[in-house]
Each structure stands twice: as structure tokens, then as C-alpha cells.
């Protein structure tokens, strides 16, 4: 299901590397549904 794309994460925000501490705020708040991503890089 994967590979043919019928599976995809729920992905409530993303946040970049360095608003790792603003990220880190919002999984605590467990106001979330989804996953929290961090961007790294470009």
C-alpha cells in the first residue's frame, strides 16, 4: 500500500530544525492529531 501510494502519515505541522523548541512545545500541548515534522536543511 505504500509503494502504490495509498498509505500516507497524518502530519499535523511542520517546523523547522531550528524551531525544534517550538515543536517539542506543541507535542507537549497534545493539542496535536498527527505527526510533528522537523525540516532539516533546505
Known amino acids: 500500500m505504500i ?3 495509498q498509505l500516507r502519515p497524518v502530519i499535523d505541522l511542520e517546523f ?3 524551531e525544534a523548541a517550538a515543536a ?6 497534545s493539542g496535536h492529531i498527527g505527526k510533528i515534522v522537523l ?3 533546505g
Open 16 to 18: 523547522a530544525l531550528t
Open 3 to 5: 509503494a502504490a501510494g
Open 24 to 29: 517539542h512545545r506543541r507535542i507537549e500541548s
Open 39 to 41: 525540516r532539516v536543511g
